[in-house]
């Protein structure tokens, strides 16, 4: 805890250098970043690419959160870089603990993600971005004995983004579209594809951002999940956020989540917490 | 959860049917003839010490741009104007705008808005008719 603290304090003061770094893009452009490591809401990857750096800019984003209901706790973390404004690579690392059953689930996420057209702020169409991500559930044992097929899959999703300027009492909004093709049991925490069915699942995720200020928003997001697992039901994901972007530096996102049932155990809902800093060159 | 959902789309689809307002509803936010000169100034102002953009303009005639971009704010704002410049597509064309130039100067003109306390609503609605110009200013 104390460890947290400092870093925090870090965070903050290095926060405070506002304009060292801070990179081209419009505040809040850049979007949070999901539980999954590239840019997005919470749970759902956006188009927008992550960080505040625009064309022929480099941007490092480094975001902590954590998801907590009933009988789980999911904390997670990650590392991304971004350049052009088009492509977003990202590192990031989920710890599933089993707070009722004991015992916690590890994955590991790469993701690639490459902005095929559009501006988020400026052109008509929305910005449209595919991406990649390659999943691996690091403790497959408690996976493999509920029925989960592979240790490894690959998500790939095509999503559009766009903000609409003085769209609602002269606020503007961010609406998000994502469509993903998965084989992922509780996004691959439960591991990848059954013994009867290994193929992939298409499901669509939504996000609607009502930004207040420049610098306040809130918003609601609502992820589809395929349900493949014969014993346990896997719902959809819903989650309610408001986001803080204190300036081009950090971000915080605070939320209630909706995660339906979870490996039997049901009615799962709890809180969303999102620290993100990031930093332009 | 789901209530919460329907209120927002509810919020979104309302939104939409404004409000009868005057014509110079934006200029008159914007704080009229002396307000959009306080704003040209600031950007002015503010490009000055903006590495990143300030070469674009080093041939630039200061004077005229800057009563062009006054005419133009005050006619797209419905104020008492005509705008007497080039279009946008002539006037940029040539010098290889970015999109992080153009993310700069966006970033200027919310800052100055800001500064002389413009309300977000406004900052929007000027932020709103200036965005459809980005593919006429930007790598040409
Ligand atoms: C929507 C955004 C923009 C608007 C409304 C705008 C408006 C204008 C106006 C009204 C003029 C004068 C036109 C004329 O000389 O007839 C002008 C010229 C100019 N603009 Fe922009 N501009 C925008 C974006 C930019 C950006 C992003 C840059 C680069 C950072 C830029 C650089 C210039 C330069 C260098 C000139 C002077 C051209 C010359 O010297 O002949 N503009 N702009």
Redesign the interface.
């Known amino acids: 805890m104390q460890t947290f603290a400092k870093n925090i304090a870090a965070l903050l003061l290095l926060s405070s250098l506002d304009a060292y770094g801070a990179g ?4 809040a452009t850049g979007g949070a970043t999901s539980i999954e490591g590239g840019a997005g809401g919470g749970i759902v990857p956006w188009a927008v690419i992550n960080g505040y750096g ?4 480099w941007s490092v984003t480094g975001a902590v959160s954590q998801v907590g209901v009933d009988d789980f706790t999911l904390n997670s973390r990650s590392i991304s870089l971004s350049y052009d ?1 088009k492509y977003e690579l990202s590192l990031g690392r989920q710890q599933l603990q089993l707070d009722s059953m004991g015992g916690e689930l590890n994955q590991q996420i790469i993701g690639l993600k490459y902005k095929i057209a559009g ?1 988020l ?4 169409m929305p910005q449209i971005s595919i991406g990649v991500q390659q999943k691996k559930q690091l403790d497959f044992a408690v996976p493999a004995a509920v029925g989960a097929r592979d240790e490894q899959g690959t998500d790939i999703y095509l999503a559009a983004s766009k903000v609409w ?9 961010l609406l998000n579209a994502t469509v993903r093709a998965t084989k992922g049991l509780q996004t691959g925490l439960l591991g990848f594809g059954t013994s009867s069915d290994n193929g992939y699942q298409y499901v669509g995720e939504f996000s ?1 951002v ?1 930004l207040l ?2 610098q306040w928003a809130i918003g ?1 997001e ?1 992820k589809q999940k395929p349900d493949e697992l014969a014993f346990a039901r896997e719902d959809h994901w ?1 989650d ?1 956020f408001v986001a803080w972007f204190a300036n081009k530096h950090l971000s915080v996102v605070a939320g209630h989540v ?1 995660l339906g049932s979870i490996a039997t155990f049901r009615n799962q809902t709890g809180y969303y917490l999102a620290l993100e800093s990031t930093w332009a060159f | ?1 789901g209530i ?2 329907r209120a ?2 509810l ?2 689809l309302t ?2 049917s404004s409000s009868p307002e005057p014509k110079d509803w934006l200029y008159q936010q914007l704080g009229g003839a002396p307000g959009l000169e306080q704003l040209a100034d600031g950007l002015l102002r503010e490009i000055e010490q903006d590495r ?1 953009i300030v070469h674009h303009f080093k041939d630039t005639d200061i004077a005229r741009f800057r009563k062009l971009l006054i005419e133009q704010f005050c006619e797209l704002s419905g104020g008492p104007c005509k705008y007497s410049g080039a279009t946008m597509q002539e006037s940029h064309t040539g010098f290889q705008i ?7 100067l ?2 200027h003109l ?1 800052k100055v808005m ?1 500064e002389q306390q413009v ?4 900052q ?2 000027l ?2 008719k200036l ?2 110009m ?2 006429d200013v930007v790598y040409r």
Request: include cysteine.
């Open positions: 081209s893009k419009v505040l625009s064309s022929g800019q404004n501006e702020l400026y052109s008509a300027l003085d769209a609602v009492w002269g606020r503007n909004v609607a009502l200020t420049p609601a609502f819903r309610l909706d | 959860m919460l959902i927002l789309l919020l979104v939104g939409c990143q970015t999109e992080a130039d153009f993310d700069n966006v970033g919310i800001t309300p977000v609503a406004a929007n609605r932020l709103a965005a459809p980005y593919k």
